[in-house]
C-alpha cells in the first residue's frame, strides 16, 4: 500500500515538535533499550525484527532532537488492526506521549481501512486498562496464562476491543 498521510509532526506542550517515522532495522537499539526499562518480560530484539520484517506497522516517536520517546507495533489483518506492542520511555510517561501513540496507531488503522482495533494487557497492568477504557477500548475476554510473569508463572490477559 503507498505511504499514507498522517499527522506529521504532532505539537507537544512540554517537547515542542514530535516526529513520527517507520520503525527500521536502525531504531532497534533505541526501541530495546526503551522496551527492557519499562517491562519485566520485555520483547527481544527477534521479536521486532520479525515484526519489521512481516510488515507490521511500526512507528517511532522522536522529539525534535532525535530523541526516542515511544513506538507502536500494530498488525493489520482483514478489517482488524490488532495493538500488539505500545511503550513509552520511563522518564517520559504521563506526560500524554501514550495518547498521541495510540491517537496515531488509531489514524493508521483508519487509514487502512481497518473496523476494530484489539489488544491485550496484563491483568495486573491496571493503569494501562484504565487508559485503554478512557480512550474508549471495551474489554471483550480474558485470555488465560498468556503472558511470562515471576518465577516461572503465567499471568493473564485482558482483551480489549476499540471500533473504528
Not at 530523541?67 to 504521563?94: K, P, R, T, W
Not at 494487557?121 to 480474558?142: C, D, L, M, P, T
Amino acid at each position: 500500500m503507498d505511504e499514507l498521510a498522517l499527522p506529521l509532526p504532532a505539537v507537544h506542550p512540554r517537547y515542542g515538535r514530535l516526529h513520527f517515522a517507520a520503525m527500521g532495522a536502525a531504531d532497534l537499539d533505541a526501541v530495546l533499550s526503551i522496551e527492557e526499562a519499562v517491562y519485566s518480560h520485555p520483547w527481544t530484539r527477534g521479536n521486532f525484527q520479525d515484526s519489521l520484517y512481516s510488515g507490521y506497522q511500526a512507528q517511532t516517536l522522536r522529539d525534535a532532537h532525535g530523541e526516542l520517546l515511544g513506538y507502536f507495533l500494530v498488525m493489520l489483518a482483514v478489517d482488524e488492526a490488532h495493538l500488539l506492542n505500545i511503550s513509552v520511555a520511563a522518564l517520559h510517561q504521563h506526560q500524554g506521549l501514550g495518547r498521541m501513540l495510540l491517537d496515531h496507531a488509531t489514524s493508521l488503522a483508519r487509514q487502512h481501512r481497518m473496523h476494530t482495533m484489539l489488544l491485550e494487557v496484563r491483568e495486573s497492568n491496571v493503569h494501562a486498562a484504565k487508559v485503554y477504557r478512557q480512550y474508549g477500548f471495551a474489554e471483550i475476554g480474558r485470555r488465560k496464562n498468556y503472558y511470562p510473569a515471576a518465577n516461572q508463572t503465567r499471568e493473564g490477559a485482558i482483551v480489549m476491543s476499540l471500533p473504528l
